[in-house]
T-cell receptor, first 109, second 112 residues
Framework: QKEVEQNSGPLSVPEGAIASLNCTYS??????FFWYRQYSGKSPELIMS????GDKEDGRFTAQLNKASQYVSLLIRDSQPSDSATYLCAVNPTDKLIFGTGTRLQVFP | DVKVTQSSRYLVKRTGEKVFLECVQD?????MFWYRQDPGLGLRLIYF???????EKGDIPEGYSVSREKKERFSLILESASTNQTSMYLC???????????FGQGTRLTVV
């Protein structure tokens, strides 16, 4: 079992819709969870951090964490074509970040 | 803003060459990391360092070494480059272990 699992996609949503990206992790000691956005040919950019169960909102982005289910998700409201990118989930079971392979999101006009 | 700078954006090297990839961060971060990213395999940790002159192996350290002589600089060394080391190399830093990391712009290395 991979330490961090994401559906590779592509996830295609129309402009203005809600995009829902999911991630599961295997190590229960993980305490910190992150979402990165990566445009093609570019490096990952941090967009959300979440450390406790529940929801955390930042603009159009909401991160959701459920430690009991070992599940973290990212919701993007009012999706825009500029949100088209690969979204990487990362968790820290120790002092280093472990990344999923990412979900490719496509937002079409 | 955190700034992590990698010395080269694109690099082409020949098989057998010794290759140095440099990374500098300007935020006094303790931890620094080297990842490589390949299609379908995601980001894989090569080495990381939590202090000057300290280093820890990641998941794929074979064929690589690192150097951290100063807090702000973390170098990745390919002792004898091979074609299977053609990849995107990403440096990252974080203030402490377990919190968010910030990436440099990446170095796309091609070994011919």
């Amino acid at each position: 079992q991979k330490e961090v699992e994401q559906n590779s996609g592509p996830l295609s949503v129309p402009e203005g819709a809600i995009a829902s990206l999911n991630c599961t992790y295997s190590d229960r000691v993980s305490q910190s969870f992150f979402w990165y956005r990566q445009y093609s040919g570019k490096s990952p950019e941090l967009i959300m951090s979440i450390y406790s169960n529940g929801d955390k909102e930042d603009g159009r982005f909401t991160a959701q964490l459920n430690k009991a289910s070992q599940y973290v998700s990212l919701l993007i409201r009012d999706s825009q074509p500029s949100d088209s990118a690969t979204y990487l989930c990362a968790v820290n079971p120790t002092d280093k970040l472990i990344f999923g392979t990412g979900t490719r999101l496509q937002v079409f006009p | 803003d955190v700034k992590v700078t990698q010395s080269s954006r694109y690099l082409v090297k020949r098989t057998g060459e010794k290759v140095f990839l440099e990374c500098v961060q300007d935020m006094d971060h303790e931890n620094m990391f080297w990842y490589r990213q390949d299609p379908g395999l995601g980001l894989r940790l090569i080495y990381f360092s939590y202090d000057v002159k300290m280093k820890e192996k990641g998941d794929i350290p074979e064929g690589y070494s690192v150097s951290r002589e100063k807090k702000e600089r973390f170098s990745l060394i390919l002792e004898s480059a091979s074609t299977n080391q053609t990849s995107m190399y990403l440096c990252a830093s974080s203030l402490l272990g377990g919190i968010e990391a910030f990436f440099g712009q990446g170095t796309r290395l091609t070994v011919v």
